[in-house]
């Protein structure tokens, strides 16, 4: 082991990350020290291919890397800007040829798992809480308002590189402490002493002995510990990490990794923008407002100062929001006065938008000056300061050189474009009946599912088996879309492979919750994609087994159910995750119907659509299984039938039975209940139902209505007809039934049954509809008229619930004057009862 030179100290130049006034230190820091080895933050993975880096892009630009498996997905950007310290160090480490290294822990390990961007202003939460606290001291003692006035205030002001390395040395100092910070960050800040360690240890240049040996460019929260830390580190070359699934800080069950599971893993460099680098986007940035901070780097305060006036009164007035030249002249007088007020030489960015706000907002705000915040601007923050942010922020779009390395989905994805002749611009209209153009709607939706932007669906069927055949899909190619088809690369190296990983992942963010798990299944089906890891599986089969609700189950087990058994066209046929959701989806739902419970009128619907499923699952395994037998015994063989689904048809039959024999149930669900048994006795009685078996079907359908209060007799019959019409509405003796009940209810009761007795006769067909007036007609001996006397709309003539409650009414106001001893006469002079 070589021991460090005691004589020897390294140059630890704490930064804040894409502040221009730390770019312009370590730029001259490095120029006037020209160090043997420049150590930067950044990921270490990376050193190999730093020759990437200085490729003639157009910034911003970001390195990407990402880790992921069948069981977790994770990415992290560390994004360079011009202004940004750790670029520049790039830059002039190579201007004056020292050896250049990255020196943090690769982002995929796991002291990044709660971590997107590298260059985030704060390491932790705990330090978040430290931060807060100092800088709140600071502003109340400054008489500053925000922790982004703060830092320019105290750093971007212009003064030069002694004085501004003095500040950033105290202000470091008292932000960190002696605090050990938490496991992530001490794991990092370990890696990075190593680094320095090993710097510090290589033989000084004999030619040049004035040389500094060793330049560091870190976070500032970072510097006093590496300070103190890299003295008492081994000298060797520290060795990267090995990518791994190790259970990160605060992860809640890593039990449920699986040590075995194939890893992908990676860095690339892709392009990034000025908007996802703003702090004010929501994204955890070191500093607000980068294109404001691009023209400090370029022009200067002063230049940059009059480019945002010039861009943000143009876009006012674009926007037809105030902004006249007499409103730039008092913004102008403003900002030089809160300048001088405030002890600033030259006007800073605070100074200025404080102006912006007091010359050209005329209301009051209902919301804070979003520059005094961080995070995402807040509802009702007036549009003159919306403008002025967002011209700040900048639309800047970065731009890789030709030649830089991409991963293989990029070329993947090109190759799958041209061999369907997809060409990414205008519109396209797809034939879905048409073998080529499902091949291309695949495609798209396999980049639909990778959240591509400018590939989107205008117009199309929501079920893949709707049955409509025709789709439109808007198609460009985005500034951003180069960016995230080279982040999706992290899921998979073709199509294929990746639109399936991060489908699996969204199956995964689903939690169990069946309507985001059916519609997931819905997308697998329209990308193609019917093979799903088992590990997904078992995690699916248990999710759905803590669904508390039957209404939730009902209509995702239906289109779920469709795809398994129509959905050759879509490769969905039989497939293996569809067969382990519905059967467990399957168990839920008799688990949950089982229980008395009320049925929200809201939910009926849903509730009716359950029992639907259901009901169409058991008539499924049924056939299947007297199929089956047929075939067998007419081979002359005679062994069990393969299960079409891990179900058990007699148990549900059971739990219906149960239902509809349950007085505390809800009228819908008994009616449902009772609607499925009949459906499925003749499958039941192995297709031998006679007449006998119809007739006592009906009479159980009408014992049930006999039984139910006005009001809810609609729902149970809604019951019945959704699960039974096919059984129920073509047999006279039940016709005849509902029409002695109908006939039975006095006014009042007809009245308060109407409402759901119409939604029950909804479930019938236009045809069925018909054919029911006919019977009845036929009953009142009225066989001669049209079914439409009795089926279609009449305009101009009141409701028949409306004349049975003016009946009601009616009656009520004779036996009232009855009862005082009134009697009205009709017209011909007798007496009205």
Known sequence: MTQQQPHLQPHIVGVRHHSPACARLVAERIRTLRPAHVLIEGPADFNERLGELYLPHRLPVAIYSYLSSDHAHHGSWS?????????????????????????????????????????ADVADHEHEERAEAYERAL????????????????????????????????????????????????????????????????????????????????????????????????????????????????????????????LRFGSYLVPYTFKRLDAFAGYASGMPSPAYYQWVWELGPDGAAHRALQHVMQRLRDKKLPASTADLMAVHLRAQGLARLRGHEKPLRSDWLDALAGALVKDALDAPLPWTYRGAMRPGTDPVLVQAMDVLAGDTVGRLAPGTPQPPLVAAVQAELAAHGIV????????????????????????????????????????????????????????????????????????????????????????????PLADGLNQAAWAGLSALSDSLLRELQGAIANEARFEALGPALSVLHTLLRHGQTLGMADAPVLRVVIAAGFDRALWLLEPPAAVAPADMQAHLEGHLALRRIVADVLAHAQDHAQDHAHLGQSDQAPSLLDVEPAR??????????????????????????????????????????????????????????????????????????????????????????????????????MPSLRAAFAWLPPQERGLLADQVLTLHDAAHLSRRTLTAPRSGEAAPEQLAEARRVEDAVLARLAAWGVTLQDTQGAPRA
């Open 79 to 119: 994004p360079f800007a011009e202004h940004s310290p750790e670029w520049q160090a790039l830059v002039v480490a190579r201007e004056v040829g020292a050896t250049v290294r990255f020196i943090d822990l690769p982002a995929w390990h796991g002291a990044f798992s709660r971590m997107e961007n590298r260059y």
């Open 424 to 515: 990414l611009r205008g519109q396209i209209k797809l034939d879905l009946l048409a073998d080529a153009d499902r091949a291309k709607s695949r495609v798209l939706h396999r980049l639909s599912i990778l959240r591509l932007p400018g590939v989107r669906r205008t117009q199309g069927p929501k079920l893949a088996m709707s049955g409509e055949r025709t789709e439109l899909w808007q198609l460009g190619e985005p500034l951003e879309q180069q960016a995230a088809l080279i982040e999706a690369g992290a899921w998979g190296a073709s199509l294929h492979d990746a639109a399936r990983a991060r489908l699996e992942d969204d199956l995964r963010q689903a939690q169990g919750q069946i309507g």
């Open 652 to 753: 549900a039959l059971a739990v219906w039975q149960r239902k509809a024999a349950d007085a505390s149930a809800a009228p819908v669900s008994r009616g449902a209940a009772l609607g499925a048994t009949l459906s499925l006795a003749g499958r039941v009685a192995d297709g031998d139902a006679d007449a006998h078996t119809h007739q006592a079907g009906v009479n159980e359908a009408m014992q049930l209505l006999h039984a139910l209060p006005a009001p809810v007799l609609g729902d149970a019959l809604s019951g019945l007809l959704a699960l039974a019409r096919e059984v129920l509405a073509c047999e006279p003796a039940f016709v005849a039934g509902m029409d002695r009940t109908v006939q039975a209810l006095d006014n009042a009761d007809f009245v308060r049954a």
């Open 139 to 262: 502003t109340e003692t400054l008489s500053v308002q925000g922790r982004d006035a703060l830092w320019d205030h105290l750093f971007e002001d212009g003064c030069d590189a002694g004085e501004l390395a003095r500040r950033l040395s105290t202000y470091f100092d008292n932000l960190r402490g002696e605090d050990r910070g938490s496991q992530g960050n001490q794991a990092r800040e370990e890696m990075m002493a190593r680094w320095i360690a090993w710097a510090m240890a290589q033989p000084v240049d004999p030619a040049d002995p004035a040389r500094a040996q060793a330049l560091v460019v870190c976070g500032g929260y970072h510097a006093p510990a590496l300070a103190r830390l890299w003295a008492g580190m081994p000298t060797e070359l520290p060795a990267t990490p090995q990518p791994s699934l190790e259970p990160a800080e605060g992860d809640e069950d890593p039990g449920t990794r699986n040590a075995d599971a194939p």
